[in-house]
């Protein structure tokens, strides 16, 4: 079983910056394969970025390529997504999702986190 927990989300204004966090209770962090989702109101939930388990690949939704970084310390059982230059359309709760295959789509992802909320005003 793996718990993992976002936190860093809150109310940023377009242009501004953010990272969002999320620690994961599991030993075999390493393994998984990492990714944020979001999901704004009203819309499906959507993928965000992806990472492998040694952090070797990495993929991005068109949407958020060149603003967005995500990372991982694998000592520390920790992802990260980095948000910069964030635009109103962002706004949406972010969670953070683990599973053994690097995709996209997020019924490979057997783990989630509860959310964390993003809202950028403009």
């Known amino acids: 079983q793996v718990q993992l927990v976002e936190s860093g989300g809150g109310l940023v204004q377009a242009g501004g910056s953010l990272r969002v966090s999320c620690a994961a209770s599991?030993?075999?962090?390493?393994?998984?394969?990492m990714a944020w989702f979001r999901q704004a109101p009203g819309k499906e939930r959507e993928f965000v970025a992806g990472i492998s388990n040694w952090g070797r690949n990495r993929n991005y939704a068109d949407s958020v390529k060149g603003r967005f970084t995500i990372s991982r310390d694998n000592a520390k059982n920790s992802v990260y997504l980095q948000m910069n230059s964030l635009k109103p359309e962002d706004t949406a709760v972010y969670y953070c999702a683990a599973g053994a295959t690097f995709s996209t789509t997020s019924h490979w992802y057997n783990y989630w986190g509860q959310g964390t909320q993003v809202t950028v005003s403009s």
């Open positions: 599991a030993r075999t962090f390493s393994m998984s394969v």
